[in-house]
């Protein structure tokens, strides 16, 4: 039983972490990324 429960947590986090996590950081890299090179044109001009 304990081995059950074990493999339904360890599928709830591997569903949390693709559904979730990950569009978020992928969204939050290329938010700063484009952020960075805006704000490098604005200092060269």
């Known amino acids: 039983m304990s081995d059950a429960n074990q493999h ?3 599928l709830k986090a591997f ?3 693709t559904i979730v996590l990950f569009p978020i950081l992928a ?3 290329v ?3 484009g952020f960075i090179v805006w ?3 604005v200092l060269a001009g």
Do not use: D, K, N, T
Request: proline share 0%.
């Open 27 to 29: 969204v939050a890299v």
């Open 15 to 17: 569903l949390f972490i």
């Open 39 to 41: 704000f490098l044109q």
């Open 8 to 10: 339904r947590s360890e």
């Open 31 to 33: 938010g700063g990324y």
